[in-house]
């Protein structure tokens, strides 16, 4: 007789795809895995997976190994895959700041996707259009399996040794699909649910993966409809706050109301045997956005110290960290994104700012000021997922500086037709031709500036002088 130890509902989604995983244990202690349908509209999708794993496992068997399955009554049964998660590896890679190691294992990855046989040029169908909506690629980078399993996302593949396994093929389609898309997904998603900013910018992963801008954009869109077509009319939990346009408010915070009133910092110690509850203290905030100076003090003993912001979302802007001999210490990792060199974004609950204790001091000073404003975390929240905010500003830089230089130009054509050194008409056509170009960069760098990055920095850096001044 077999036992579940683990269930999982994905019921947030439309009833013809809401499904239960489940883990059991048989009297030998042997797992196995098994997905049903949650609704009676859910049947045909749940057989549709051992279909799925019929077609994949001849398309995929010199590429990736495939999860056995098979059904029973009216659920999908599988093996229950050994390894290591390829999301785990590259995890480590990270905490390793092994970036090399990380480029190596995705690009093997990118290679695997891009080898899958036989393969098409991508078109689109109205089995596509259903699901992803409408999307056209230049045919020499548009290739296409017959059968797509679009959710091969690290976390769903099992190395072992040199072996590669694909453990879920839910989310898998016999009509063409880009296969640069499943790559993208697989970055996405990776991007968002581990730490890999600390190494890359998202730039520098699709640059990695030979994905354009023009591509990533239609990719995006795709992802946008499949989510939509996955959910049918529903709205996920993930989705309810901003539905409902109230505060998401900490479990905890119901539970211990009088210590989780105000928001609030918290320091952690770690002295060899990692972070705990027990080893940390709590500093209460003064009001929100004013400059704070924080002393922590520190013993021989402390190897890190972990500085939490915030007790959830919010924006930091450190002025300095300095140790007890004056000297300037370097933020070792932190779970938020970099806006500048000394502004976090953390779009996270709980929010992590990690220090490297030296031998010999006694203390850390951190001076920095602290926003959790709830309208200023929802306008950054999509933007910096996706956005490099120095290639935005070069690119706006360079227009300017085009802009200032065909004006010169102009100055100088005007200076040579009074001087007669130059013919009327070829004058007036040279400037024509530049004044039409200023138009062109005028209307380029009026895009970056009205754009999300510039329209936050803006923002961020008034509220930063706002504060500053304040405090003089």
């Known amino acids: 007789m077999k036992t579940v130890v683990f269930a999982k509902y994905s019921n947030d989604r439309a009833d013809e795809f809401a499904i239960c995983t489940e883990i059991l244990k048989d009297e030998n202690g042997k797992k196995s895995i098994r997905k049903r349908p949650v609704e009676k509209e859910g049947i045909h999708h749940v ?41 785990a590896i590259l995890e480590n890679y990270i905490e390793q700041g092994e970036k090399d190691r990380i480029e190596e294992l995705v690009r093997d990855y990118c290679n695997r996707i891009t080898s899958i046989e036989p393969k098409a040029i991508f078109h689109v169908t109205e089995e596509f259009r259903k699901v992803f909506g409408d999307a056209t690629f230049e045919k020499e980078q548009s290739s296409a399996a017959e059968i797509t399993d679009i959710d091969l996302i690290f976390e769903n593949i099992m190395i072992d040794a040199e072996s590669w396994k694909v453990i879920d093929y839910e989310w898998s389609f016999a009509f063409l699909i880009p296969e640069k898309f499943v790559i993208y997904r697989s970055i996405l998603y990776w991007f968002l649910k581990q730490n890999v900013s600390q190494l890359f910018t998202w730039q520098e992963l699709m640059e990695l993966v030979s ?69 940390s203290y709590f500093i209460p905030h003064t009001d929100e956005g004013e400059m704070e100076e924080i002393r922590i003090p520190v013993s021989e003993n402390e190897k890190e110290v972990r500085f939490d912001p915030s007790m959830g979302k919010c924006v930091v802007y450190i002025e300095s960290i300095q140790d007890s001999n004056g000297k300037k210490t370097a933020i070792k990792w932190c779970n938020g994104r970099w806006l500048s060199k000394q502004s976090i974004f953390f779009e996270e609950e709980d929010p992590q700012i990690l220090v490297e204790i030296e031998k010999g001091i006694s203390y850390l000073e951190i ?15 999509d933007v910096t997922k996706f956005y490099d905010y120095g290639k935005v500003k070069k690119t706006a830089e360079e227009r300017k500086n085009e802009i200032e230089e065909l004006n010169e130009q102009i100055v100088q054509y005007e200076e040579k037709q009074k001087q007669g050194i130059i013919r009327l008409e070829e004058q007036g056509r040279q400037i024509d031709e530049m004044r039409k170009l200023i138009m062109i960069r005028e209307d380029e760098l009026m895009y970056h500036k009205n754009g999300l990055w510039y329209r936050f920095k803006n923002k961020l850096r008034n509220w930063k002088n706002r504060i500053l001044h304040r405090n003089r």
């Open 47 to 87: 057989q549709g997976v051992y279909e799925n794993y019929l077609k994949l496992k001849r398309q995929y068997q010199n590429v990736f190994g495939v999860a056995a399955c098979q059904m029973e009554a009216q659920a999908a049964a599988f093996e229950f895959v050994k390894g290591t998660a390829l999301s």
């Open 367 to 381: 001076k920095c000021m602290v926003a959790a404003t709830t309208a200023l975390i929802t306008e950054l929240s």
């Open 211 to 279: 994905i354009t801008e023009e591509e990533e954009e239609k990719f995006r869109k795709m992802e946008a409809n499949f989510q939509k077509y996955v959910i049918g009319g529903k709205i996920p939990v993930r989705d309810m706050t901003e539905y409902l346009g109230t505060k998401a408010i900490p479990f905890s915070a119901v539970l211990h109301p009088e210590t989780e009133a105000k928001d609030r910092m918290q320091v952690y110690y770690n002295s060899g045997k990692g972070f705990s509850e027990q080893n």
